[in-house]
Nanobody, 121 residues
Framework: QVQLVESGGGLVQAGGSLRLSCAAS????????MCWYRQAPGKQRDLVAR???????NYADSVKGRFTISRDYAKNTVYLQMNSLKPEDTAVYYC???????????????WGQGTQVTVSS
């Protein structure tokens, strides 16, 4: 079993910054993609940022230039640095990982429990 534990959410004023962390633990052989998604009330869960095992990144257009995803491979941890936050960034942020639990190529998908980010105007 694999667990993803997120931290770093909170309340911040518009223009401020927050840094989210997500640590994966358990029966991990290797991790492929690590991602951050977010879901605002009444809306679908959308991809915010993704980082591959090779370090390639991509971002939602709405956060490009403001958010940065990074990864500590030794610690199986992914980060999301969020700058110049806007009220529309308010959402529950979820960590997602594709994990191999053994030497087979099968990937398992895991989600964190979510962390609330609230940006006040």
């Amino acid at each position: 079993q694999v667990q993803l534990v997120e931290s770093g959410g909170g309340l911040v004023q518009a223009g401020g910054s927050l840094r989210l962390s997500c640590a994966a633990s358990g029966s991990i052989f290797s991790i492929n993609d690590m991602c951050w998604y977010r879901q605002a009330p009444g809306k679908q869960r959308d991809l915010v940022a993704r980082i591959t095992s090779g370090g390639m990144t991509n971002y939602a257009d709405s956060v490009k230039g403001r958010f940065t995803i990074s990864r500590d491979y030794a610690k199986n941890t992914v980060y999301l640095q969020m700058n110049s936050l806007k009220p529309e960034d308010t959402a529950v942020y979820y960590c997602y990982s594709q994990v191999r639990v053994d030497s087979s190529p099968r990937l398992y998908q895991y989600w964190g429990q979510g962390t609330q980010v609230t940006v006040s105007s």
